[in-house]
């Protein structure tokens, strides 16, 4: 789990934009702000995010076989 305030979280936490689109997995957290990654297709990306604009995403179950 993350705590925003001390800047603690775990690299892999999944989140997502509370507005919507990808599930992301964070790299850090820093001063208020999520570092977080994605693909896009086969294109890695990356982008820094408000905490206050994320929550915890709940990823889909794998697949079994």
Do not use: N, R
């Not at 994605?38 to 820094?48: D, H, P, S, V």
């Amino acid at each position: 789990l993350c705590d925003w305030s001390s800047d603690v979280c775990s690299s892999d936490l999944i989140v997502k934009l509370k507005s919507g689109g990808p599930d992301m997995t964070v790299k850090y957290a820093k001063d208020g702000s999520v570092t977080a990654q994605w693909f896009a297709g086969k294109k890695l990306e990356q982008g820094t995010f408000p905490a206050s604009s994320l929550e915890e995403a709940t990823p889909a179950p794998k697949a079994e076989g």
